[in-house]
């Protein structure tokens, strides 16, 4: 793939926390339009990668670029305007709020209006500004299927109506790159297999890089192009999900024992969309 | 049964509570978005408070000039205590937090009494008539004005949380610091702004009751009242802190008469309050408009 269309690229990221290193010298890149996972066991240092990119770690060693900005040193809150949304793997909504303020929350920096100037609602355009925010909320609300609740308090709803409403406010940002912090965790599989339908339209149709985090192999397997393996904080392989699965370093990683195959069951992506 | 004393002790209780109330949405303010409890809020009275008349008496500048410079440099103040004292704190425990602002309390009193002396100091004479007759009540015109620009600031408030975008990103710095930033809002402006505007906003109260009852370090014992009332309204609820302070102002006054006229205990008025208190918490332990916690098991 060429140069000029890598929207992510991470070089030689190393984080210690004290004495643990959770992450040793990892490097990949994450094209424009890609969905890309990252996948391991428990603590390979997946989220800590995740959260080197949304900037709520800084590595020690190495360089994070997004499109043609150094980003390495810049607050989460940057990055954020600069195009990169998430979400994360324990729900982190603001459960006193209604649905509708949680996702308005994610249009913080897109709006323009002020205290001052929104008082004079009519004459500067806030009104208008009202409005076409409360579209594109009700658009994402409607992909999403969240309009029944939308006016429901977030900490009263259900776990997977939770993880939809957090998506919905991370897409809410209008990232170019999204990261998924485990997206599918704690949910069945009726609510995967949507789920992994939002992923997708997401992607294709409105146009957003997704880095996800996923335990579940059917869906990663399925949704991804490319996917990348950590194991105790080093990258042990990069590839398409069918190079993946044949990579028997990864195979020790998961099972421990170097001739074993995947089990059936682990690899099975049946009934994901 | 005094009636007329009643009424006069009502009426007073609802103008001082009103500005309890104003001084608890300060505390509230910063509660909200930064979950310190702030006990240097009486201080901020003080400071407002000294500094206005300091401009008024010593420069002798008109009052019209005086107090609006007089909010500029809360404003400044504000945001020079968040960037200086608090900020390095970011990240630190909130228990540490609380007690900065309890070192910071004493530290400004001390400060206030080195520059301008421990006794009490009046304002010069700002409205032509002290007192306006009121349905048959005097009335200090200070204590009107005090009135509209209580009322005036707690639709400001109301209307800054529920509808501002700055609002929604303090509610939402509120809840969580770390997902508030991933969602593109600086964590760090908005605990300036919450300084600032609670630092203005007190300073305000501060001057109005400065001209009323002369300023001395009394004035930040007001920081002391609003904790019943800030806890009784429920800690992070504005429209809680307005009903606490005047529940507060109201129960102080009547205590005051009932006292007066049949059980001379001597100074109920400053206990009942806490009376209320305790009782209300025993019954709604979120305080009246205290948002309760959700829990999913």
Redesign the interface.
């Known amino acids: 793939m060429s140069g000029h269309t890598t929207l992510l690229k991470v070089e030689d990221i190393s984080l210690a926390f004290g004495g643990v290193k959770a992450l040793q010298g990892v490097s990949f890149s994450v094209e424009i339009g890609e969905i890309f996972s990252i996948i391991g066991p428990n603590g390979a240092g997946k989220t800590s990668m995740l959260n080197c990119i949304s900037g709520r770690y800084q590595p020690q060693v190495g360089g994070i670029h997004f499109r043609d900005d150094e980003i390495t040193k810049l607050k989460p809150n940057q990055r954020c305007h600069l195009g990169i949304g998430r979400t994360f793997q324990n729900l982190a909504l603001f459960s006193h709020m209604s649905v509708l303020d949680n996702i308005m929350v994610g249009r913080h920096h897109l709006l323009k209006n002020n205290f001052l100037t929104g008082g004079l609602y009519w004459f500067t355009g806030a009104r208008r500004e009202e409005l076409e925010h409360r579209r594109q909320v009700e658009e994402i609300i409607d992909f999403l299927e969240i309009t029944h609740i939308r006016k429901a308090q977030a900490g009263t709803l259900s776990y997977g109506l939770r993880k939809r409403v957090e998506l919905a406010r991370a897409v809410a940002l209008k990232p170019d790159l999204i990261l998924l912090d485990e997206p599918m965790a704690g949910m069945n599989q009726e609510e995967k297999e949507d789920m992994a339908r939002y992923i997708i339209d997401l992607n294709e149709e409105w146009g957003m890089t997704v880095v996800m985090i996923e335990h579940d192999m059917g869906v990663v397997m399925d949704l991804s192009h490319r996917v990348m393996v950590l194991d105790f904080g080093r990258r042990i392989a990069t590839g398409q999900p069918d190079e993946i699965m044949a990579n028997p370093l990864v195979k020790k990683a998961y099972l421990g024992e170097e001739d074993d195959a995947l089990g059936d069951e682990e690899i099975s992506t049946e009934g994901v969309a | 049964m005094n009636t007329e004393l009643l009424m006069q002790l009502v009426v007073n209780g609802l103008i001082v509570g009103s500005l309890y109330g104003v001084v608890a949405m300060c505390f509230v303010l910063i509660y909200k978005s930064t979950r310190v409890v702030n006990f240097a809020q009486g201080e901020f009275l003080l400071i407002g408070a000294w500094t206005c008349w300091w401009l008024l008496v010593k420069f002798e500048l008109p009052f019209w000039f005086g107090f609006p410079l007089t909010l500029a440099f809360m404003v400044i103040f504000g945001i020079a205590l968040q960037v200086i004292v608090l900020r390095p704190m970011i990240g630190e425990p909130i228990i540490s937090v609380i007690m900065i602002t309890i070192g910071l309390s004493f530290f400004f009193q001390a400060l206030m009494g080195l520059l301008f002396g421990h006794e009490t100091k009046t304002y010069p004479q700002v409205f032509e008539t002290a007192s306006v007759n009121v349905l048959g009540m005097q009335v200090q015109t200070a204590y009107i004005l005090s009135m509209v620009v209580s009322v005036l600031i707690m639709i400001a408030f109301y209307?800054?949380f529920k509808?501002?975008?700055?609002?929604?990103?303090m509610?939402?710095t509120a809840?969580?610091q770390?997902?508030?930033?991933?969602?593109?809002?600086?964590?760090k402006s908005v605990f300036a702004a919450s300084w600032a505007i609670s630092a203005v906003v007190s300073a305000l109260a501060g001057i109005v009751i400065g001209m009323v009852n002369g300023v001395s370090s009394a004035l930040s014992f007001f920081g002391i009242k609003v904790f019943p009332a800030v806890i009784l309204g429920g800690l992070d609820s504005i429209v809680g802190a307005v009903v606490g302070g005047l529940i507060i102002g109201v129960l102080e006054n009547v205590a005051e008469f009932a006292d007066s006229q049949w059980l001379h205990i001597g100074n109920l008025y400053v206990i009942a309050p806490f009376y209320a208190l305790v009782i209300i918490l025993m019954i709604k332990p979120y305080g009246l408009f205290g948002?309760k916690d959700?829990e999913?098991i």
């Open positions: 209307y800054f509808y501002s975008k700055a609002g929604l990103a509610r939402a809840f969580d770390q997902v508030a930033q991933s969602l593109g809002i600086s964590v948002t959700i999913r």
